[in-house]
């Protein structure tokens, strides 16, 4: 009954490689969320949908596409990975009712190893 | 542009103190929102409260408290009597809209 779910948990590769990282959440959301944080714990945002529709985009190398299927589940697909990929990349969810809007919930991240 | 400041990067304490982790935020905008969140070893990230730009009421929920002060454009997070279990790495972050600003974050570690 996981909220906000991401596979895989742990992801190591090599340079180079293209993989992807899949998020599903089962709260009805409409917004969904990319974040990155990297080894100094830094979080910070990468891309935003809403409905399955694009709406931030921070400046991340087109390397890194989103995909949104349908509102509960955003992919994220990395191609030709660098070894400055290796983060822990979390995926979250908000809803939409003005009440709890704003308030994000997160999975329990990706650790990707680019090796 | 907006940006938050978490100047404390690690606190250690002993069981049953005490601590308050300080977050400083600029902004621009008249309505805006405040979060703090829980990193703990298992690395999840944990909501713990939010306040939006309208409401300076302080609040306390058990140990944990926070003090939202528009003045010094703070919000600060206070935890009574703390717990092994608190040891983690605490945000403070800020938004406008849809996306999260986190500041750089605060380890915390509460010892025996």
């Known amino acids: 009954d996981t909220a906000v779910s991401q596979t895989p948990k742990y992801l190591v590769t090599q340079m180079g490689n293209d993989k992807s990282i899949k998020c599903e959440q089962n709260l009805g959301h409409d917004t969904m969320y990319w974040y990155k944080q990297d080894s100094k714990k830094f979080l910070k945002i990468m891309f935003s949908y809403n409905n399955k529709e694009l709406i931030i985009n921070e400046t991340v190398p087109n390397r890194f596409s989103p995909k949104s299927p349908d509102k509960a589940h955003l992919n994220l697909h990395i191609n030709s990975l660098e070894l400055g990929d290796s983060a822990v990349y979390f995926c979250?969810?908000?809803?939409?009712?003005?009440?709890?809007?704003?308030?994000?919930?997160f999975g329990a991240g990706t650790r990707l190893s680019v090796l | 542009a907006q940006k938050v400041t978490q100047a404390q990067t690690e606190i250690s304490v002993v069981e049953k103190e005490d601590v308050t982790l300080d977050c400083v935020y600029e902004t621009r905008d008249t309505t805006y929102y405040l979060f703090w969140y829980k990193q703990p070893p298992s690395g999840e990230l944990v909501f713990l409260i939010r306040?939006?730009?309208?409401?300076?009421q302080n609040e306390i929920s058990g140990r944990y408290s926070w003090n939202f002060q528009k003045s010094t454009s703070s919000f600060n997070f206070t935890i009574t009597a703390s717990q092994v279990v608190d040891s983690a790495v605490y945000f403070c972050a800020l938004s406008d809209t849809d996306k999260l600003i986190f500041g750089t974050g605060t380890r915390l570690q509460v010892f025996p």
């Open positions: 979250a969810s908000s809803p939409a009712d003005w009440r709890a809007k704003n308030i994000q919930y």
């Open positions: 306040r939006n730009s309208f409401d300076e």
